[in-house]
Structures are given as C-alpha cells and as structure tokens.
C-alpha cells in the first residue's frame, strides 16, 4: 500500500494513494456535510454538500469523488473561497420543498437535514408567495418500509443499495427537477431480506420503519452495543431501549453497527426483527421454592443423567455446564438438527444455523444427538426438550414453553447478561449486559453458586 501526505486545515495526514478526501475527513473527525456519500456505497456525487477548498483549485471540488494526492492542501471550511456559505446555498435547494414537520417526523434526532440545518443557521426563508411543490406521502413499499417522496433530497442512497448491494433493483428515481422522485419499478414492491437498511441509510426521514414508526422519540433511547442471536455470524447490532415510567425496560428496535470483519454495514430484516420475542413470554420464577433440594435429590437417585445444553448461551456458560456434566457424570448433548434452515443461508451475512453460538458447540465436541436412556433430563434452555422422553426432566429457561418437568428454573437472556459468542467464521466477541429488569432474571453463573454446583 502506498502512503501520501494529505494537508487539512493544516494538519498533515499519511492517507493510502488515490483513496478518497471524504474517507479522511471521516475517519479524522472533520466536519464536513454530506447526504449522498456512504462508506459502503461509494461515491455518487449528487448532492454538492461536501465542498471543500484544495490549493491550486479555482473552483470548490466535491470531497466524495476527489482522490487524495501527495502534497494535496486542503481547507475543509474555505480559506479564500466561501465554502460555507456554498454549502449553505445548496442546502437552502434542498429545503425550498421540504415539508416542516419535523415534530412528527421519526427521523427528528437524528435527521442529517435537520442537524445542517440549525448547523448552518437558516431559520429565515427565502421564499414567499410560493407553494411548495408536494408529492404522495405514507407509501407502503414494502417489506416494513414507508416512504413520504416529500421529505426525500433524492441522495440515492436506497436505490444504489438495491441496484449494487442487494442486487435486486426495486427502486429507481422518476420525473425531472421539482417532480423527481423516489419509487418501486412498475408492478413491484420493495421485497428482499436485506430491504430495512434503506431505512438507515437514508439521511433524512424519507424511509421509516413500518416496525419503530411513533414507537418511541430517539432522543429518549439509549443505545447498548451488542450482536444478532437470530443466526450464527453475530452481525453487530445497536439495541435501542428505553424504560418508562412506572414499566419495565423495553426494546424498541435493533439496528446495525459497523464491523467490517463481521457483517460490514448491514444486517437482515429477520435478524433486525428478532428483538420482538426476547422479552415476552418470559420465565419469570421458579415451580418450586426450594430448588436446591429438588436438584440435589433428583441428582443423586438418577441413575443416568443427561445434560442438554442450548447454543444460544454465553461460552462461558456453556463451559461452565459442560464442567458441571462432567462432575456428576452426565453425558452433555446439543441436537444441531433444530437449528438448520437451509433456506434462510445466503452469500451475503445470513448462516443456515439460526442460533448464536453454534461455533462453541462445535468446537467442545458437544454430542450432536437426542439423548436417549436418561431417567434424567437437565436441560440447559434447548427447545428440542419437548421432544425427549424421559422419567424426571429439570430445566432451566429464558421463556415459557409447554413441558412437564419436576422443577422449572428462570434464566436470563443474553441482553440481559454478559459474556462472549464465537461466530461461524470463528470469530468471539464479548457483549456487555443491555437492559436491567426491575427484578432481575438471575444468570446460569448466578443459580450455579446459588446452587451450589
């Protein structure tokens, strides 16, 4: 890789040759605007926000699709051209139709308009006696995605993403001038697995979710970092969550997190949708008060004990159950065949196996089969212990589901705890705990030293 030096605002930088100025303003923390740029997408060069002023240029030059140069000097707010009044000249363009209805906009808090905007200081207008030029608004494209065509500065953002991330090309621009617009090809809706990302690309509240729309202000979230259990590649997610008044916490939407080893920029609707059942149908208490005992006896008058083990849970908790077999001489058991959908891989993030941390499973050599002969049973939340036979079953879970057992133990979710999963690509990320109940579900880690085991 060869280096240049690149000079902004008289700081000298050592950037990769022919990469571009915006990557380095970026990635420095340089203040500049942009509504048509993103990382995964390239440059387009539409929208003119990014100018900037580079020694020896007569004329402003957009940073998106300006490769940097040794020796290049760059002035990323204008020194002897007026770079931020252009910048807010063309941002005025982009309002002249922009609907003002930023208080029931989902997008308020964190629109890129919105914050250029007060940025740049228009508050005073320009334009009277004029009506605004109006589009259709509350257009369901599908796959939960809405579109209001008033609010859209036509970045093209969502429409390069279908043409050259997802590759499947439902939406296009349409008409010229005031009347261009954004909108599916004829006879199509917008429907692939990867569809909701246009709704975090887009800079401004042109494309909401059909799933967090009124839910919630943004600026009440807060925002945990964490991963996708929906299947093996962990892709990194936000949880955005939220505790009202007199309720308990909430999870109000999952949206991706940037991780260029793991999922890049993206993550699936499914994943994104998976949020919904993690906290319903909780296991809140236990059958039985007295645990303990229930355990120890079963324990000691079972003559073969089974232990299953689900592969949603933490490596260090499937660690800590495998020592745990091996004490009281239990074979340990992970049936994979319940995890496998064939149909649900994909070329792009999406694994076959729709469980976290099947990688850990199969690297333990955990037995893949139902157990068989156990008078036994003491199941680690696996949903496949509906399906076994056995005397005398103990399990602990995360949610209800119907089964006969001796003694029934809550555990918490993986929001709701820390610790680490190995993605299918072999790769173990370590996730802090998210959200805290009002009264806390307590861990495997927790009920072993309750238990004594």
Same mark, same amino acid.
């Not at 060069?45 to 240029?57: A, K, L, T």
């Not at 807060?222 to 962990?234: F, I, L, M, Y």
């Given at each position: 890789?060869?280096l240049v030096k690149v000079t902004v605002d008289n700081n000298t930088y050592e950037v990769e040759k022919d990469s571009l100025l915006i990557d380095l303003l970026i990635k420095e923390n340089l203040r500049v605007p942009y509504f048509c740029y993103h990382e995964a997408l390239g440059a387009d060069?539409?929208?003119?926000?990014?100018?900037?002023?580079?020694?020896?240029?007569k004329r402003p030059q957009i940073a998106c699709d300006t490769p940097v140069k040794d020796g290049m000097v760059v002035y990323s707010q204008g020194k002897k051209l007026p770079i931020k009044k252009i910048r807010r000249d063309i941002l005025e363009l982009e309002l002249i139709n922009h609907p003002?209805?930023?208080?029931?906009?989902?997008?308020?808090?964190?629109?890129?308009?919105?914050?250029?905007?007060?940025?740049?200081?228009?508050?005073?207008?320009?334009?009277?006696?004029?009506?605004?030029?109006?589009?259709?608004?509350?257009?369901?494209?599908?796959?939960?995605?809405?579109?209001?065509?008033?609010?859209?500065?036509?970045?093209?953002?969502?429409?390069?993403?279908?043409?050259?991330?997802?590759?499947?090309?439902?939406?296009?621009?349409?008409?010229?001038?005031?009347?261009?617009?954004?909108?599916?090809?004829?006879?199509?809706?917008?429907?692939?697995?990867?569809?909701?990302?246009?709704?975090?690309?887009?800079?401004?509240?042109?494309?909401?979710?059909?799933?967090?729309?009124?839910?919630?202000?943004?600026?009440?979230?807060?925002?945990?970092?964490?991963?996708?259990?929906?299947?093996?590649?962990?892709?990194?997610?936000?949880?955005?969550? #939220?505790?009202?008044?007199? @309720?308990?916490? +909430? $999870?109000?939407?999952?949206? !991706?997190?940037?991780?260029?080893? =793991?999922?890049? %920029?993206?993550?699936?609707?499914?994943?994104?949708?998976?949020?919904?059942?993690?906290?319903?149908?909780?296991?809140?208490?236990?059958?039985?008060?007295?645990?303990?005992?229930?355990?120890?006896?079963?324990?000691?008058?079972?003559?073969?004990?089974?232990?299953?083990?689900?592969?949603?849970?933490?490596?260090?908790?499937?660690?800590?159950?495998?020592?745990?077999?091996?004490?009281?001489?239990?074979?340990?058991?992970?049936?994979?065949?319940?995890?496998?959908?064939?149909?649900?891989?994909?070329?792009?993030?999406?694994?076959?196996?729709?469980?976290? #941390?099947?990688?850990?499973? @199969?690297?333990? +050599? $955990?037995?893949?089969?139902? !157990?068989?002969?156990?008078?036994? =049973?003491?199941? %680690?939340?696996?949903?496949?212990?509906?399906?076994?036979?056995?005397?005398?079953?103990?399990?602990?879970?995360?949610?209800?589901?119907?089964?006969?057992?001796?003694?029934?133990?809550?555990?918490?979710?993986?929001?709701?705890?820390?610790?680490?999963?190995?993605?299918?690509?072999?790769?173990?990320?370590?996730?802090?705990?998210?959200?805290?109940?009002?009264?806390?579900?307590?861990?495997?880690?927790?009920?072993?030293?309750?238990?004594?085991?």
């Open positions: 890789m060869s060069g539409n929208c003119r926000m990014c100018m900037v002023e580079i020694e020896g240029q003002v209805d930023c208080p029931i906009c989902d997008q308020a808090g964190e629109c890129s308009l919105q914050e250029y905007y007060m940025e740049y200081g228009l508050h005073d207008s320009h334009m009277y006696g004029l009506d605004k030029v109006t589009h259709h608004k509350h257009i369901d494209l599908g796959s939960n995605v809405m579109l209001d065509q008033e609010r859209c500065v036509l970045c093209a953002r969502c429409t390069r993403f279908t043409a050259n991330i997802t590759h499947t090309h439902e939406l296009g621009i349409v008409g010229r001038g005031d009347e261009a617009h954004i909108t599916t090809m004829p006879g199509r809706k917008l429907d692939n697995p990867y569809a909701m990302n246009v709704v975090d690309l887009c800079p401004v509240g042109a494309l909401t979710s059909k799933d967090f729309r009124f839910a919630q202000r943004v600026w009440f979230l807060e925002s945990s970092e964490s991963v996708c259990t929906h299947c093996a590649k962990n892709c990194n997610i936000y949880i955005d969550h #939220n505790k009202l008044k007199y @309720q308990d916490e +909430n $999870i109000y939407r999952f949206r !991706p997190r940037k991780n260029l080893e =793991v999922n890049g %920029f993206f993550i699936c609707n499914e994943g994104r949708l998976s949020y919904k059942n993690l906290l319903n149908n909780r296991m809140i208490k236990s059958t039985h008060v007295n645990e303990k005992d229930i355990l120890k006896n079963s324990i000691e008058k079972a003559k073969a004990i089974a232990v299953l083990v689900d592969a949603s849970l933490f490596n260090e908790e499937i660690e800590m159950i495998k020592e745990f077999s091996e004490k009281i001489g239990a074979k340990l058991y992970c049936p994979q065949d319940t995890y496998i959908d064939e149909e649900f891989e994909d070329d792009m993030l999406r694994s076959k196996y729709k469980i976290a #941390n099947i990688k850990t499973i @199969q690297n333990l +050599n $955990i037995l893949d089969e139902m !157990p068989k002969d156990a008078d036994l =049973v003491i199941n %680690f939340n696996h949903p496949d212990i509906t399906k076994i036979d056995s005397k005398e079953i103990i399990s602990f879970q995360t949610h209800k589901f119907e089964l006969e057992t001796i003694l029934t133990i809550p555990i918490a979710t993986y929001v709701e705890n820390s610790g680490s999963f190995t993605n299918i690509d072999g790769i173990t990320q370590h996730l802090k705990k998210a959200i805290t109940l009002n009264e806390p579900i307590p861990t495997i880690a927790q009920w072993f030293k309750r238990l004594e085991l």
